[in-house]
């Protein structure tokens, strides 16, 4: 089956920036789209991003002007550019795809780790 794989996380200072990437171990026939959430230890899952299959993209309100969620050509692989992190940006970032059929997000990556120090 499909998987999706997440790279890039990391350890970064406040105010620095980090490069995410999801990539689709095959080619996804028909997807909705694909979005990036995060979940906090304590906190409930919150969507990030999310690019529609027409290119569109929704951001939530306090990553807006920080964050950029962006596709390669192939539609299979996507990124997440943040920029300006803060502390509270900290949590497991999870790459998901919404394929066509499913009622919400139905693929998800292992998720890859984001810590941001003071």
């Known amino acids: 089956q499909v998987q999706l794989v997440e790279s890039g996380g990391g350890l970064v200072q406040a105010g620095g920036s980090l490069r995410l990437s999801c990539a689709a171990s095959?080619?996804?026939?028909?997807?909705?789209?694909m979005g990036w959430f995060r979940q906090a230890p304590g906190k409930q899952r919150e969507l990030v991003a999310s690019?529609?299959?027409?290119?569109?993209?929704i951001y939530a309100d306090s990553m807006k002007g920080r964050f950029t969620i962006s596709r390669a050509p192939h539609r299979n692989t996507i990124f997440l550019q943040m920029s300006n992190l803060e502390p509270e940006d900290t949590a497991v970032y999870y790459c998901?795809?919404?394929?066509?059929?499913?009622?919400?997000?139905?693929?998800w990556g292992q998720g890859t780790q984001v810590t941001v120090s003071p």
């Open positions: 095959r080619s996804i026939e028909s997807i909705n789209a």
């Open positions: 690019i529609m299959d027409s290119g569109a993209t």
């Open positions: 998901a795809a919404h394929r066509v059929g499913a009622r919400e997000y139905d693929l």
